[in-house]
């Protein structure tokens, strides 16, 4: 079963405009969520991670925030830049387990 | 500082061999996870070794064995190898204890089962 849901398998926006990455998830056992970006023919890069214990977490042009009532948690890049194209996981942990949940990921293309 | 190094990067191998791949963690880490990227889907994760023990197992069958050494490094094993084993096989770092440390990645070892 798919614990993390990144519905949106893609996204196009324009340089220098803001890009929204969604993510959903089902386990309420997850207490960590992190934010990881991905080029083709390399491995993951971490990004940028959040506590559930806050509700934003911010570093340069990129901020995830948390709304654990509704199990949902964005990313936010402001502004895009053309190197920002790559595929974009979204995955939760919890404190119980160790393994990360990762979703199915979203294209972002941003544009010139 | 060196990251998580992953060998080979690349192998073909045919349906019913053996496969090993290996994975050095970054400099410091002590936690090596193993996780299966199959097309178009999110990394799986297969297991994860701590003072050379697995930690914990994903959903994944007893053909996929790990190892890991005193000196942190690990090895994945898959044997009577399937063609639907094709996938990038993804090694992960991180100090020990749960969550709330950063998990690092390595390039991956694109594994073609023909």
């Known amino acids: 079963d798919q614990q993390v849901k990144q519905n949106s398998p893609s996204l196009s926006v324009q340089e220098g405009r803001i890009s929204i990455l969604n993510c959903d998830y089902t386990n309420s056992m997850f207490d960590y969520f992190l934010w990881y970006k991905k080029y083709p023919a390399e491995g993951p890069t971490f990004l940028i991670s959040?506590?559930?214990?806050?509700d934003k977490n911010e570093d340069g042009r990129f901020t995830v925030f948390l709304n654990k009532s509704a199990k949902h948690l964005s990313l936010h890049i402001v502004p895009s830049q053309p190197g920002d194209s790559a595929v974009y996981f979204c995955?939760?942990?919890?404190?119980?387990?160790?393994?990360?949940?990762f979703g199915k990921g979203t294209s972002l293309l941003v544009t010139p | 500082d060196a990251g998580v190094t992953q060998s080979p990067t690349h192998l073909i191998k045919t349906r019913g061999q053996q496969v090993t791949l290996r994975c050095s963690p970054k400099?410091?880490?002590?936690?090596v996870s193993w996780y299966q990227q199959a097309l178009g889907q999110g990394p799986q994760f297969i297991f994860q070794y701590y003072e050379e023990e697995e930690r914990q197992r994903g959903n994944f069958p007893d053909r996929f064995s790990g190892h890991q050494f005193p000196n942190y490094s690990s090895e994945l094993n898959v044997n009577a190898l399937l063609l639907g084993d094709s996938a990038l096989y993804l090694c992960?770092?991180?100090?020990?204890?749960?969550?709330?440390?950063?998990?690092?990645f390595g390039e991956g070892s694109w594994l073609t089962v023909v």
């Open positions: 992960a770092s991180s100090l020990a204890e749960g969550s709330g440390n950063t998990i690092y």
């Open positions: 959040i506590s559930s214990i806050k």
């Open positions: 995955a939760g942990n919890s404190n119980s387990g160790y393994a990360l949940n």
């Open positions: 400099s410091g880490h002590d936690t």
